[in-house]
């Protein structure tokens, strides 16, 4: 059976087969196996589904509503952001410091 928690560039959540290798969510936005709201909050991150080996059920009451996208691509075009692991990396490979770690005399709020 197919869920209703596939996200397409657009960011409509629709039921199709494709589940793809992206994660994220919008918060707790599901009731049973529905979903019932569009989002809970504005915090949209994505992340490899795969993670160090880590495995969490779905659909559990009072927690995070998993979303899945075909590829990072979607899910930056449907809204997301990267998760603060992904851009610590990027920003160390690229010798920047990591928005999710402002340096001490710059407000921890960004224009995001």
Do not use: K
């Amino acid at each position: 059976m197919t869920e209703q928690n596939r996200v397409t560039p657009m960011g409509d959540i629709v039921a199709i087969p494709l589940r793809g290798a992206w994660t994220g969510n919008r918060g707790i936005i599901h009731r049973g196996r529905e979903i019932v709201r569009f989002h809970a909050g504005d915090l949209w991150i994505t992340c490899a589904l795969e993670f160090r080996g880590r495995w969490r059920e779905q659909w559990l009451p009072h927690r995070w509503t998993h979303l899945f996208f075909y590829d990072e691509a979607v899910s930056l075009a449907a809204g997301h952001r990267p998760c603060a692991g992904r851009t610590s990396r990027r920003a160390m490979a690229s010798g920047v410091r990591s928005a999710s770690r402002p340096s001490r005399t710059r407000s921890c709020r960004g224009p995001w």
